[in-house]
């Protein structure tokens, strides 16, 4: 029967739905440092960074260069981006795939799921008091992982005190958008100190250009690190990505 057919097909859908994702976690625990390559059309800061945007191309430029990760900007009004992107790209690299926008309610984590993401940003910055555990609770609910972004030691207590096991430290701040790497060897400094260390992945985010600036993190402690705008400006991506890694260009 027809009808039998289309059960069928409908249950190997859902099988698909439930299947596991892809572990960021275990992707940033490869030996050295690795790199979560961004995908973002543009910035409130920066306007649009790239005019010939083609986030197939990309992923695929990321997929050579050796990234471990990719993260994807969905917010349409401020980075261009859209929920489309993530999921067409979804499941076509074997990658885990990060969606970066500004999640503030757990049905933003449920559609996060359905459009493919294996794992999803929470800004410990807009999520104040039992807002982030209630977020992560959801996320882990649907077998899926986060990564906690902090900006400061007060943040990074919130974070430290909740599930989370990949901590995203930003050297942007929020006040002026100025840089500092500092602000990563001092959080992953304090990390130390507080013991909190082992068993956490920790990915620096923001300002990273050079092969300078990855030496430098990975020395202060750093498992990962997270570059959009220097990827996405890039002619050669994957040449960038193992340039940073310290391997030769693909």
């Known amino acids: 029967m027809i009808l039998d057919r289309i059960v069928a097909e409908k249950e190997r859908e859902v099988a698909r739905l439930r299947a596991p994702r892809a572990s960021l976690f275990k992707a940033l625990g490869e030996?050295?440092?690795?790199?979560?390559?961004?995908?973002?059309?543009?910035?409130?800061?920066?306007?649009?960074?790239?005019?010939?945007?083609?986030?197939?191309?990309?992923?695929?430029?990321?997929?050579?260069?050796?990234?471990?990760?990719?993260?994807?900007?969905?917010?349409?009004?401020?980075?261009?981006?859209?929920?489309?992107?993530?999921?067409?790209?979804?499941?076509?690299?074997?990658?885990?795939?990060?969606?970066?926008?500004?999640?503030?309610?757990?049905?933003?984590?449920?559609?996060?799921?359905?459009?493919g993401a294996d794992a999803v940003l929470l800004i410990a910055a807009i999520l104040e008091g039992p807002k982030l555990k209630e977020m992560l609770e959801r996320v882990h609910s649907l077998r899926m992982e986060a990564l906690v972004e902090v900006h400061d030691e007060v943040e990074l207590y919130r974070a430290l005190e909740t599930s989370a096991r990949v901590i995203g430290i930003n050297n942007r701040s929020l006040k002026d958008f100025t840089v500092d790497l500092k602000t990563s060897e001092r959080l992953i400094a304090e990390m130390e100190r507080l013991g909190a260390r082992s068993g956490n992945q920790v990915v620096a985010e923001s300002g990273i250009t050079s092969r300078a600036d990855v030496v430098r993190l990975e020395e202060a402690g750093a498992d990962a690190i997270l570059v959009g705008e220097s990827l996405m400006r890039s002619s050669d991506p994957a040449g960038l990505i193992a340039e940073l890694k310290g391997g030769k260009k693909a």
Request: glycine content about 10%; overall charge neutral.
């Open 31 to 115: 030996c050295g440092i690795s790199v979560i390559a961004e995908i973002k059309k543009a910035s409130p800061s920066k306007g649009v960074i790239v005019g010939d945007f083609d986030h197939l191309r990309q992923m695929e430029s990321y997929v050579r260069g050796g990234a471990a990760a990719v993260s994807v900007l969905t917010d349409p009004v401020f980075f261009k981006g859209s929920g489309a992107i993530l999921r067409d790209l979804s499941g076509r690299a074997g990658l885990p795939l990060l969606r970066k926008d500004f999640l503030i309610d757990p049905l933003q984590v449920e559609e996060s799921y359905f459009l």
